[in-house]
C-alpha cells in the first residue's frame, strides 16, 4: 500500500491532528492501546507534514527506525511481536517541513512467503501451520530489529542472518549484504557499534556455540572476521565497545539443540540459571578471548557504554531483569490481546576487574527502564544517558524519557500522557544536544515523531511532527543528520 503525497493531504484535511502537547488526561481503554499493534503495514509516502514548536534553525536530519510490521499473512497472525516482517521508517525533518517514507524489506523470506500467501517457516516465537524449517537462517530472516545508516546506505537487520542493504533514500531493498565471498551468510546481529574511528564492529551467534566476530572499516568494507568457539548458543541481542576489547554478556536462556528446527526459536530456548550470567572479553588487536567469568543470573537485552580504567579494570552500563519473561512472556503478550506486565528491569553497572571476580552495582532506583542511548561519545566519556521507562502506573507501556548522569542517577524526567507508548529515543544533533523519537497516540490512532532539547527533557518537547495514522511500534532507531 502507498499513499501519494495528494492523498495525504486529503487524509490530513480529514482528519483533526491532535497534538501530543499540551497532554490532557484521559481514560484509554485497554483495546485503544492493544490496537497499536494492528496498525496497517507497507509502504507510505507522507509529503508535506507541518513541523509544529519550535524545530532549531540549521537542524536537518533522516531519522530511521526498524520493526516488525507485517504480522499478518494469508490469515495467519504471529502469536509473538518480534516475528512481523521488517519495515523501516525513514523521518526526514527541517525547520521548514517533514516528510515520511516506509518501505517493508524486502527479503527472501517475504518475497517467497508472499508468493505463497502464507507463511513458509517458523518464526522467532510463533510456529504458523504447515511451516518447514528453513536450510540457513537467512531463509527465516525478516530483518525486522534495526535500521543503521553507514557507509553511504542503510543497513536493516536481523539477528541470526544477513543484513540488508536498503537506499537511504528511497528505502529501496538492494538485497542481502556479503562483505566477502567467505563470510556471506554467516549471522550479523542487530546490534553493530562504531568507535571513535568509526570502524564498526559486530557479532553474530551460531547454533552450534560459535560467535563471529565482525570489523567493518568505515568505507564499509571487511576489515576482518573471526569466528570463535565459544560454546555459547542462546539468545545474546547486544555488546559494548571499549578502546581495546568487545565486551560480550550471554544471559543463561541457552539453545536445547534437539528442538531447533522443529519449533519456534523461542521454544528451543531453556533458563539455565544455574549457569550465571557470563562475561566474555575479546581483544580487538587479535580477536581472541582474554578474559572471562560469570555473574549472577540475568536476563539481558541491552548494554550502554563499556569503558577500561589503566588497571585493567572493565565497567559497563547494563539493564537486566531477573528472568527471561520479558521476551518468553510479555513481548507474546501484546500479539494476544493483552496488556504486558510493568517490567521489571533495572539499569546496572557491571565492574570486571583485571584480578577479582565480576560484579553488579545498581545505577539508579527506577524499575521499567530500557533502551540506554548515550548522548556522548563512544567509549563513555560524557553526556547524558536517555532511556524510557513507565512511570509504575500501569502495566507495560514504555511512556517516560529519563535524563541520567553515570554517577549522580536521574536527573530529569517527562512522562507522556497516558494514551501515548513512547518507542526508542536516541541522540540527535551536535554533541547529542537533541533526542528524537517516535511514539503513538492510542487514542487518537496516530503515530508522531518529536524532538527535545537533551539539557532540559522535564521542560517536554520543543517540536513535533505529527501522522494522521499510526504505525506499528517499532524497535531501534538511529540518525542521519543533514
Same mark, same amino acid.
Given at each position: 500500500?502507498?499513499?501519494?503525497?495528494?492523498?495525504?493531504?486529503?487524509?490530513?484535511?480529514?482528519?483533526?491532528?491532535?497534538?501530543?502537547?499540551?497532554?490532557?488526561?484521559?481514560?484509554?481503554?485497554?483495546?485503544?492501546?492493544?490496537?497499536?499493534?494492528?496498525?496497517?503495514?507497507?509502504?507510505?509516502?507522507?509529503?508535506?507534514?507541518?513541523?509544529?514548536?519550535?524545530?532549531?534553525?540549521?537542524?536537518?536530519?533522516?531519522?530511521?527506525?526498524?520493526?516488525?510490521?507485517?504480522?499478518?499473512?494469508?490469515?495467519?497472525?504471529?502469536?509473538?511481536?518480534?516475528?512481523?516482517?521488517?519495515?523501516?521508517?525513514?523521518?526526514?525533518?527541517?525547520?521548514?517541513?517533514?516528510?515520511?517514507?516506509?518501505?517493508?524489506?524486502?527479503?527472501?523470506?517475504? $518475497?517467497?512467503?508472499?508468493?505463497?500467501?502464507?507463511?513458509?517457516?517458523?518464526?522467532?516465537?510463533?510456529?504458523?501451520?504447515?511451516?518447514?524449517?528453513?536450510?540457513?537462517?537467512?531463509?527465516?530472516?525478516?530483518?525486522?530489529?534495526?535500521?543503521?545508516?553507514?557507509?553511504?546506505?542503510?543497513?536493516?537487520?536481523?539477528?541470526?542472518?544477513?543484513?540488508?542493504?536498503?537506499?537511504?533514500?528511497?528505502?529501496?531493498?538492494?538485497?542481502?549484504?556479503?562483505?566477502?565471498?567467505?563470510?556471506?551468510?554467516?549471522? #550479523?546481529?542487530?546490534?553493530?557499534?562504531?568507535?571513535?574511528?568509526?570502524?564498526?564492529?559486530? =557479532? $553474530?551467534?551460531?547454533?552450534?556455540?560459535?560467535?563471529?566476530?565482525?570489523?567493518?572499516?568505515?568505507?564499509?568494507?571487511?576489515?576482518?572476521?573471526?569466528?570463535?568457539?565459544?560454546?555459547?548458543?542462546?539468545?545474546?541481542?547486544? #555488546?559494548?565497545?571499549?578502546?581495546?576489547?568487545?565486551?560480550?554478556?550471554?544471559?543463561?536462556?541457552?539453545?536445547?539443540?534437539?528442538?531447533?528446527?522443529?519449533?519456534?526459536?523461542?521454544?528451543?530456548?531453556?533458563?539455565?540459571?544455574?549457569?550465571?550470567?557470563?562475561?566474555?572479553?575479546?581483544?580487538?588487536?587479535?580477536?581472541?578471548?582474554?578474559?572471562?567469568?560469570?555473574?549472577?543470573?540475568?536476563?539481558? =537485552?541491552?548494554?550502554?557504554?563499556?569503558?577500561?580504567?589503566?588497571?585493567?579494570?572493565?565497567?559497563?552500563?547494563?539493564?537486566?531483569?531477573?528472568?527471561?519473561?520479558?521476551?518468553?512472556?510479555?513481548?507474546?503478550?501484546?500479539?494476544?490481546?493483552?496488556?504486558?506486565?510493568?517490567?521489571?528491569?533495572?539499569?546496572?553497572?557491571?565492574?570486571?576487574?583485571?584480578?577479582?571476580?565480576?560484579?553488579?552495582?545498581?545505577?539508579?532506583?527506577?524499575?521499567?527502564?530500557?533502551?540506554?542511548?548515550?548522548?556522548?561519545?563512544?567509549?563513555?566519556?560524557?553526556?547524558?544517558?536517555?532511556?524510557?521507562?513507565?512511570?509504575?502506573?500501569?502495566?507495560?507501556?514504555?511512556?517516560?524519557?529519563?535524563?541520567?548522569?553515570?554517577?549522580? $542517577?536521574?536527573?530529569?524526567?517527562?512522562?507522556?500522557?497516558?494514551?501515548?507508548?513512547?518507542?526508542?529515543?536516541?541522540?540527535?544533533?551536535?554533541?547529542?544536544?537533541?533526542?528524537?523519537?517516535?511514539?503513538?497516540?492510542?487514542?487518537?490512532?496516530?503515530?508522531?515523531?518529536?524532538?527535545?532539547?537533551?539539557?532540559?527533557?522535564?521542560?517536554?518537547?520543543?517540536?513535533?511532527?505529527?501522522?494522521?495514522?499510526?504505525?506499528?511500534?517499532?524497535?531501534?532507531?538511529?540518525?542521519?543528520?543533514?
Amino acid at each position: 500500500m502507498m499513499q501519494t503525497r495528494r492523498g495525504f493531504l486529503a487524509a490530513a484535511a480529514a482528519s483533526a491532528l491532535l497534538p501530543c502537547l499540551p497532554a490532557p488526561a484521559l481514560a484509554v481503554p485497554p483495546d485503544f492501546r492493544r490496537s497499536a499493534w494492528s496498525a496497517p503495514a507497507g509502504d507510505f509516502d507522507l509529503d508535506g507534514l507541518e513541523v509544529r514548536g519550535r524545530w532549531p534553525a540549521g537542524l536537518a536530519l533522516t531519522f530511521y527506525r526498524n520493526g516488525p510490521g507485517l504480522h499478518t499473512l494469508g490469515g495467519y497472525r504471529y502469536r509473538h511481536w518480534f516475528d512481523g516482517d521488517g519495515m523501516v521508517q525513514a523521518w526526514t525533518v527541517t525547520p521548514g517541513g517533514a516528510r515520511l517514507r516506509t518501505r517493508l524489506v524486502r527479503t527472501a523470506k517475504l $518475497g517467497r512467503e508472499q508468493a505463497a500467501g502464507r507463511r513458509l517457516v517458523p518464526g522467532f516465537g510463533s510456529l504458523p501451520p504447515d511451516v518447514a524449517p528453513g536450510s540457513g537462517a537467512d531463509d527465516m530472516n525478516p530483518a525486522n530489529i534495526n535500521a543503521l545508516p553507514f557507509a553511504g546506505s542503510l543497513l536493516a537487520l536481523w539477528e541470526a542472518g544477513s543484513a540488508y542493504r536498503l537506499d537511504p533514500g528511497t528505502l529501496e531493498t538492494l538485497g542481502p549484504v556479503a562483505w566477502s565471498p567467505e563470510t556471506a551468510g554467516l549471522p #550479523f546481529s542487530g546490534h553493530p557499534h562504531a568507535d571513535a574511528s568509526g570502524t564498526l564492529w559486530n =557479532f $553474530g551467534l551460531g547454533y552450534d556455540g560459535r560467535l563471529v566476530v565482525w570489523e567493518i572499516a568505515p568505507d564499509g568494507s571487511l576489515r576482518r572476521c573471526r569466528v570463535l568457539d565459544v560454546g555459547y548458543a542462546g539468545l545474546m541481542h547486544d #555488546f559494548a565497545v571499549t578502546a581495546r576489547h568487545l565486551l560480550f554478556v550471554m544471559p543463561p536462556l541457552v539453545v536445547d539443540r534437539d528442538r531447533v528446527g522443529r519449533t519456534a526459536f523461542l521454544k528451543s530456548l531453556a533458563w539455565r540459571p544455574e549457569q550465571g550470567l557470563r562475561l566474555l572479553l575479546v581483544d580487538k588487536a587479535d580477536l581472541r578471548v582474554v578474559r572471562e567469568t560469570a555473574v549472577p543470573a540475568r536476563f539481558v =537485552f541491552h548494554l550502554g557504554d563499556a569503558r577500561e580504567d589503566g588497571d585493567g579494570t572493565v565497567s559497563g552500563d547494563i539493564v537486566t531483569y531477573p528472568d527471561p519473561m520479558v521476551v518468553t512472556e510479555d513481548l507474546a503478550a501484546v500479539m494476544d490481546g493483552a496488556l504486558p506486565r510493568r517490567f521489571e528491569s533495572r539499569f546496572e553497572r557491571l565492574v570486571w576487574p583485571a584480578a577479582g571476580p565480576a560484579r553488579l552495582e545498581p545505577r539508579i532506583a527506577e524499575a521499567g527502564v530500557e533502551f540506554p542511548r548515550w548522548a556522548g561519545t563512544e567509549g563513555g566519556t560524557g553526556g547524558s544517558v536517555l532511556m524510557h521507562a513507565d512511570a509504575g502506573r500501569r502495566a507495560g507501556w514504555f511512556d517516560t524519557v529519563l535524563a541520567v548522569d553515570r554517577e549522580t $542517577g536521574v536527573t530529569a524526567r517527562w512522562t507522556a500522557p497516558e494514551r501515548v507508548l513512547l518507542e526508542e529515543h536516541v541522540p540527535a544533533g551536535a554533541d547529542g544536544r537533541h533526542v528524537v523519537g517516535t511514539g503513538i497516540d492510542a487514542l487518537s490512532g496516530h503515530s508522531f515523531l518529536h524532538l527535545f532539547d537533551a539539557g532540559r527533557i522535564a521542560d517536554g518537547p520543543v517540536a513535533w511532527v505529527e501522522l494522521p495514522m499510526a504505525l506499528p511500534p517499532g524497535l531501534h532507531a538511529n540518525v542521519r543528520l543533514g
